[in-house]
């Protein structure tokens, strides 16, 4: 479902009196983002979003690596996520190489190009490998290849993050190219990732062992963790809530104000 219908049918769904799981982007703006989140705790459902990595046995090592310090204070990290072109994520849609009618490429129906739909995972394995908010961001669009497709969305962009406790994410999503990787070095020693933030099943070391852990149906392993919290009568855990979605936007928006301006924006 595109980026921009998120918040009509979260909102239609709680009115409903219905749990809702909303894929991520949760949605294109702050004010959209609050509003679906108000909606759900209006009428007293809960609101979840779509972070299947969260699941993933592998990346729950990378949050317990990370955030214990297992290795010493991650210092670097680095995440990318591309694929040639949008037309490679739906087989199903035909898309005529001068035409804009994929949704992703369509701004007001995305937001954006990959920085929405590929460059989150870079945003969210950044932040819970630290534990941490950004707290300022720099920005740079990459060469536009096909500039009739993506004359309102980018093609690729890079950005950096800079962390309260002195770490750096150095990321990049694209529709121009193929990446797939995650590299994160602490003050001793190192973990990696490649295949990384994609489907998977993934593959990496630390610079002591193998990453060697079971690869569920990422989806199915969501939706058990999710639904087994609701029909136990628990609360959904803070880092798959729509406040989580919504610091995500928060930090999408700066990226984007950095890459237009070309100055370092402090995200309050």
Same mark, same amino acid.
């Given at each position: 479902?595109p980026?921009?219908? &998120? ?13 809702? %799981? +909303?894929?991520?982007?949760?949605? %294109? ?7 679906? /989140?108000?909606?759900? *705790?209006?009428? *007293?459902? &809960? ?12 990346? %729950?090592?990378?949050?317990?690596l990370?955030? =214990?310090? @297992?290795?010493?204070?991650? #210092? ?15 087989? +199903? ?26 460059? /989150?995972?870079? /945003? =969210?394995?950044?932040?819970? /490998? ?6 300022a961001? +720099?920005?740079?669009y990459?060469?536009? *290849? ?13 950005w ?34 490649s ?8 593959? !990496? ?9 079971? &690869?569920?149906?990422? =989806?199915?392993? =969501? ?19 729509g !406040? ?5 936007? #928060?930090? %999408? *928006?700066?990226?984007y104000?950095a ?5 370092? @924006?402090?995200?309050?």
């Amino acid at each position: 479902m595109p980026n921009g219908l &998120h918040k009509e049918f979260v909102i239609r769904s709680a009115k409903a009196g219905k749990h809702v %799981i +909303t894929e991520k982007p949760m949605a %294109i703006t702050v004010k959209d983002c609050e509003e679906m /989140i108000r909606a759900c *705790n209006d009428n *007293n459902v &809960h609101l979840a979003v779509g972070y299947r990595l969260h699941y993933n046995p592998t990346h %729950i090592e990378l949050q317990r690596l990370g955030q =214990q310090k @297992v290795l010493g204070q991650v #210092r670097y990290i680095e995440a990318s996520l591309g694929y040639k072109t949008y037309d490679t994520l739906d087989k +199903t849609t035909v898309v005529d190489k001068n035409s804009r009618t994929e949704w992703r490429l369509n701004k007001k129906l995305s937001g954006g190009g990959p920085l929405m739909d590929l460059g /989150i995972y870079c /945003i =969210q394995a950044s932040r819970y /490998i630290l534990g941490e908010e950004p707290v300022a961001v +720099t920005a740079q669009y990459g060469p536009v *290849n096909d500039k009739i497709r993506f004359s309102e969305t980018e093609e690729t962009i890079l950005w950096q993050m800079e962390f309260k406790s002195g770490a750096v994410a150095n990321c990049s999503s694209s529709v121009g190219f193929y990446t797939d990787r995650l590299y994160a070095t602490a003050d001793e020693g190192w973990f990696a990732l490649s295949p990384a933030l994609s489907y998977g099943p993934f593959e !990496g070391k630390t610079s002591a062992r193998p990453l060697e852990f079971p &690869h569920p149906n990422p =989806q199915q392993a =969501q939706m058990d963790g999710i639904g087994k919290v609701l029909l136990e009568g628990g609360k959904l855990p803070d880092h798959i809530t729509g !406040g989580e979605g919504l610091k995500d936007i #928060r930090i %999408i *928006n700066a990226i984007y104000k950095a890459a237009n301006s070309g100055k370092r @924006v402090v995200i309050g």
